[in-house]
């Protein structure tokens, strides 16, 4: 299906494990984005690429790595999950001549 | 460094009436976007409306018009005619860059009573 998807939809883990979570677009936009939502924060920015192979640190990067070997794939990974992280995190994608991006349907993660 | 705030916690309209939920931005930037996201209790993230820095009319998007007052650097919405299934969280945001990097508010949170 086209469009932007994130998997797991839900996950429970426990701290100090790593976990990934995915990011898949079918549209080969260039941006790709990772928030995270908290109440009281609205979305934050944790991470973002430009394309293939370049990544920024956004506004709470810290406890996450990102890479993006492919223009499609954008994987968010908590190195050593912390109940802080226990967020639900959005991933989106921009075309260069988008003006809106796009989300996907958001992974609810809860880190016990 | 972009701010959004979203002094509105929560709102309640009537069905049918008009309603206006408030944005202020704080940005240094020539250049920028203001949007509009709505989020239902599904929770997904629904694009509703843009606006450029440099557009001089306001947009409109169907029962959707953002109310862009720049001097002010506001940039609230304003939903016509609602419905009932207009009761959802709503996120203002700016983007900033070549990146188009989203800065979003705390949101309002918007019941539609009959």
């Known amino acids: 299906d086209a469009g932007i998807t994130q998997s797991p939809r839900y996950k429970i883990t426990e701290t100090g494990r790593q976990v990934t979570l995915m990011c898949h677009q079918t549209w080969s936009h260039s941006y790709m984005f990772w928030y995270r939502q908290d109440l009281g924060h609205g979305l934050r920015l944790i991470y973002y690429s430009a394309a293939a192979d370049i990544t920024d640190k956004g506004e709470v990067p810290d406890g996450y790595v990102v890479s993006r070997s492919k223009t499609e794939n954008f994987p968010l990974t908590l190195e050593s999950a912390t109940r802080s992280q226990t967020s639900v995190y959005f991933c989106?994608?921009?075309?260069?001549?988008?003006?809106?991006?796009?989300f996907g349907q958001g992974t609810r993660l809860t880190v016990v | 460094a972009q701010k959004i705030t979203q002094t509105q916690p929560g709102m309640f309209v009537q069905e049918k009436e008009a309603v206006t939920l408030d944005c202020t931005y704080d940005t240094s930037d020539q250049s920028y976007g203001l949007f509009w996201y709505k989020q239902p209790s599904s929770g997904e993230m629904i694009f509703l409306i843009y606006q450029g820095s440099y557009d001089e009319q306001n947009a409109t998007e169907g029962r959707y018009s953002l109310n862009f007052q720049k001097a002010r650097k506001s940039a609230n919405l304003v939903i016509s005619a609602s419905q009932l299934g207009d009761s959802a969280m709503y996120f203002c945001a700016s983007d900033t860059g070549t990146a188009s990097k989203l800065t979003f508010g705390t949101g309002t949170r918007l019941q539609v009573t009959l």
């Open positions: 989106a994608s921009k075309g260069h001549f988008d003006t809106e991006a796009f």
